[in-house]
């Protein structure tokens, strides 16, 4: 097909000069705005007024042998200067203010790639529109919800990362025709296999009665277009509202900032706690969803991934159906208490609330754990309302250790307190529920 | 506005369309390339409609390949400020609606929205007055003003107003 390669190297359209002649007819006499003569006009206020006249006149003797266009051309340049100057730009699309079409540079505001292209908002206009899109959504009873993609609703995986106990699932994919009936997915344009984390559905569709929901992936904006279409094939929760690493405003980090909605009002699920260093009384921290092995091996695991086992995570009783519980909890509490007025609620402290409830009345004491991991454990016992102790006394009621050869380990069997590893913590973090101790008791090293 | 004016291309053709079809092989492989396509200076070419002229034709070096300067007439479109267009909404959000008309995409942003209509969120986001009688959606049809535009490589977009008189819905979806 010799000529298909031709048509892009064929040279471009040359103009002729009756094209020349309509060009200049265009940009000279209807499209005002895009000759550079009115930007002129709109500078220098103080002096414009003098200059104004002198053009008018000069062109007044020039009108004697002319026709009378350019003068009224230049009354209504004049008059539109003032309107301009009264516009505060709040945004701009394709580069012209929203307000009142006049082009603007590019660079200022944040761009809204993800609602539509070349679409930019300026921050007071962001917040307006927070502040309005606020009520109505409390009129509403809802919430923000951003969701993260990767690990925390789904896990997806190159084709040719599967490994020879996984290569089963390409005979089991479900069909794209119907995406809303399956789980497992080969999208062999893309080179890649997903697999949907087991209660995904159900858990959107409970969450979209309490929450405004986004996706928020550092994935690039084809992949998250993809996984929104899997996960959305209707397109009732996710339409505009996919946000990608193409849209952030900072490199390896996701913000808020190009949400449209108020930080109060917004509760984030990601597996990566780093991505969101501004933002982490927002979120709720997700146990990694790995189903295939290269997840697990990117994650420094040797265990068998789901895929290999051929299992999978828990429907009923798995970590979305956990935190679904959490997130009705969170709605009750913000919406149900009558004490203040809502818009000045503020869904982190709800957050705060609930985790610090959930290990109240548990005093913790560490024996041995690894220097490195200790302040965090301990910060995260103490977020979900345990007392930490660094010395035992009779209040303690569980000694979190690895090893059961140590003294504080030692008094807790003597002493019918709860020995546990730190897992324990970890997974109780998770879920924002206790955990049964008898499940992460401390085993005896062979 | 749509606009029939006279354009020039240097069409490139391989020596097998040579013959009595040459006419012919340049009109439709003229259509294929310029049609749908998008110049800064003219807007969209809606539509070729006739040849005025082929020129000679000039042999290339080395690959037998011969470019024929060719004149025609076609179709373009291109919006300007103070136009009234009719156009098709194509998304609603809470910054204001995006329309299309033909290839042209418009922002009509809530500030250029009259004040009486506001922004309803849920399944189908909209924008309507307070007792209900005048509804803007996905898919309804609207006449506007374009107050800016600016005319890319490959893309027209324009800024557009609907709060002036006789501006607004033409036509709603709902009402079949
Ligand atoms: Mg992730
Ligand atoms: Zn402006």
């Known amino acids: ?446 | 506005m749509f606009f029939h004016i006279v354009l020039e291309r240097n069409m490139q053709l391989h020596p097998r369309y040579f013959g009595r079809n040459l006419r012919d092989n340049l009109v439709s492989k003229l259509m294929k390339d310029v049609e749908g396509t998008c110049s800064g200076r003219h807007g969209f070419v809606v539509a070729v409609t006739g040849i005025e002229n082929v020129g000679k034709g000039l042999i290339r070096d080395g690959t037998g390949f011969v470019t024929f300067p060719v004149k025609y007439q076609c179709v373009v479109f291109r919006p300007f400020k103070g136009e009234i267009l009719e156009a098709v909404v194509t998304m609603v959000n809470k910054m204001g609606f995006f329309a299309e008309a033909g290839p042209v995409q418009i922002f009509v942003s809530n500030h250029l929205i009259p004040d009486d209509m506001e922004f309803q969120s849920g399944d189908i986001p909209n924008y309507t007055t307070s007792d209900g009688s005048v509804k803007i959606q996905k898919d309804s049809e609207v006449r506007l003003k374009i107050i800016g535009t600016r005319v890319d490589a490959t893309e027209i977009f324009c800024i557009g107003t609907i709060k002036d008189d006789f501006l607004g819905v033409i036509n709603d979806p709902t009402a079949i």
């Not at chain 1, 009783?317 to 935190?323: E, N, P, T």
């Not at chain 1, 490195?372 to 250790?401: F, N, R, Y």
């Not at chain 1, 897992?423 to 049964?436: D, G, L, M, V």
């Open chain 1, 1 to 446: 097909m010799a000529q298909m390669s031709l048509a892009t190297d064929s040279p471009s359209s040359v103009h002729s000069s009756s094209s020349d002649d309509f060009a200049a007819f265009l940009d000279g006499t209807l499209d005002g705005n895009s000759s550079s003569d009115r930007e002129e006009e709109i500078e220098n206020d103080a002096e414009s007024a003098r200059v104004k006249r002198h053009k008018v006149e000069s062109i007044k003797e020039i009108e004697a042998s002319t026709s009378k266009g350019p003068v009224q051309k230049n009354l209504v340049v004049a008059e539109e200067s003032l309107k301009v100057d009264i516009c505060t730009h709040p945004g701009s699309f394709g580069n012209m203010c929203i307000c009142c079409g006049q082009k603007l540079d590019g660079e200022s505001g944040v761009t809204f790639g993800y609602i539509h292209k070349g679409l930019r908002l300026h921050d007071q206009e962001i917040s307006r529109l927070r502040n309005t899109d606020m009520k109505d959504l409390l009129c509403h009873k809802k919430l923000y919800l951003v969701l993260d993609l990767d690990h925390t609703l789904l896990n997806s995986t190159l084709l040719m990362d599967l490994n020879s106990e996984e290569v089963h699932l390409n005979t089991q994919t479900d069909s794209l025709k119907d995406v809303s009936k399956g789980s497992l997915f080969k999208l062999e344009y893309m080179h890649m296999m997903t697999k949907l984390r087991p209660f995904v559905r159900t858990f959107l569709k409970e969450a979209s009665k309490m929450f405004e929901m986004y996706i928020y992936t550092m994935g690039d904006r084809p992949y998250a277009l993809e996984m929104a279409k899997l996960l959305d094939p209707g397109g009732e929760y996710f339409t505009s509202k996919v946000i990608s690493r193409d849209d952030g405003t900072q490199k390896h980090q996701k913000g808020l900032d190009v949400l449209l909605g108020q930080e109060s009002a917004v509760l984030i699920l990601d597996d990566t706690e780093n991505a969101w260093m501004k933002h982490k009384d927002n979120l709720i921290l997700m146990e990694r969803y790995h189903f295939f092995a290269s997840s697990c091996r990117q994650f420094g695991f040797n265990c068998k991934s789901l895929a290999e086992s051929k299992s999978d995570e828990s429907e009923a009783d798995g970590a979305l159906a956990k935190i679904l519980k959490v997130l009705k909890r969170v709605h009750h509490t913000f919406f149900d208490e009558h004490q203040e007025d809502l818009v000045d609620r503020d869904v982190r402290q709800v957050l705060k609330t609930i985790r610090s409830e959930v290990l109240s009345g548990c005093v913790l004491v560490f024996s041995r754990i690894v220097h490195s991991a200790l302040p965090a454990l301990q910060k995260m016992a103490e977020q979900l309302g345990a007392i930490c102790l660094t010395e035992l006394d009779p209040s303690v009621t569980h000694v979190v250790a690895t090893d059961v050869g140590t003294e504080k380990s030692r008094w807790a069997v003597k002493e019918h307190k709860f020995l546990v590893h730190p897992r324990w913590i970890e997974a109780t973090n998770y879920f924002w529920q206790k955990q049964p101790e008898e499940d992460f008791f401390v085993k005896k090293k062979e």
